[in-house]
C-alpha cells in the first residue's frame, strides 16, 4: 500500500515511540511512576515516547505546533498546524502488563484534523486515516460495521477512574446502555477503543472526560471509515469538550438517544 509523505513521517514516529514501549513494557517492574493526581499514573515509558515522537515530528516537519499529553502546548512558527499526540494511550493497562495500549498521533491543518494514526505495538497492528483517503490497518482498508440493531452491537466505554469525577452520571449512563445492548467492553485506551469502531470489531462507543489527544486521530479513523461521531448533544465539540459518541449510521443514532435519556427507576 503507498502511503503519502505525511503518513509515511507520522508512521515512522509512532513505530519508533512503540518500539521503545515495547521494550519498557518487558520490564515494566523497573519504570519510575509518579501520580498527577488520584488514579492517574504517567511513567518514564510516556515520557520517553513523547520524547521520541516529538523529536522525530519536529525534525520532519520544523515550525508546526504540538499538543501532547505531558508536554502540553507548544506553540511552533506555523501557526496552521498542530500535531495532537498522546504518546501512550492506556498507561493503566501498561502498568499493569495489559499489552492494550496505543500511540496515537494527528495532525490538525487550520483546525481540521486531516491525518491520524494510532499504534498498538503489542499487537503490531497500525492503523492509519488520511483526510479523503479512507482508514486502514495495516494494508486493510477498513469498514465500521454493518449491524444497525443496538440488540446485536458490541459497544465499547470508558470507566471514569478515581478522582475523574461524574461517577453517576456514568452509571445512569451504563444502566441505560446494558439494558439495549448485546455486550459492552472496557479496553482501557480510548485510541484504540476508536479504532476498533473504525475496524467494525466494536459496533459502538461512548465515554465522556477524555483529551483531544485520547481522541483526534481516532475520530478521523471512524469517520474514513464510514462512521459517524458526535457529543453527548449531537454536535461536534469532542475534541473541547472530550465527550463522544460513534459507531455506524443508526448505531450512532440510538447509541446517542440511550446514553443521553434520564434512568428509568
Ligand atoms: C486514558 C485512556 C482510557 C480513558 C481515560 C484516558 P491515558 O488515557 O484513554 O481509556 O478511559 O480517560 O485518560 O491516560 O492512559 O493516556
Ligand atoms: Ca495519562
Ligand atoms: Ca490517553
Ligand atoms: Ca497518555
Known sequence: MARSALLNVMVQAAMKAGRSLSRDFGEVQNLQVSMKGPGDYVSQADRKAEDIIFAELSRARPGYGFLMEERGAVT???????????????????????????????????????????????????????????????????????????????????????????????LIELRNVMAEVSGIRRLGSAALDLAYVAAGRMDGFWEDGLSAWDIAAGLLLIREAGGFVSDLNGGQTMLE????????????????????KPLKA
Open 76 to 170: 511552533g512558527d506555523d501557526d496552521q498546524h498542530r500535531w495532537i499526540v498522546d504518546p501512550l494511550d492506556g498507561t493503566t493497562n501498561f502498568l499493569h502488563g495489559i499489552p492494550i495500549f496505543s500511540v496515537s498521533i494527528a495532525l490538525e491543518r487550520q483546525g481540521q484534523v486531516v491525518a491520524g494514526v494510532v499504534y498498538n505495538p503489542a499487537m503490531d497492528e497500525l492503523y492509519t486515516a488520511e483526510r479523503g483517503g479512507g482508514a486502514f490497518l495495516n494494508d486493510r482498508r477498513l469498514r465500521v460495521a454493518a449491524r444497525t440493531k443496538l440488540s446485536d452491537a458490541v459497544i465499547g466505554c470508558g470507566v471514569p477512574h478515581l478522582g475523574r469525577g461524574r461517577h453517576g452520571n456514568f
Open 241 to 260: 469538550k472530550g465527550a463522544l459518541v460513534a459507531g455506524n449510521e443508526a448505531i450512532h443514532r440510538a447509541l446517542l438517544k440511550t446514553v443521553t
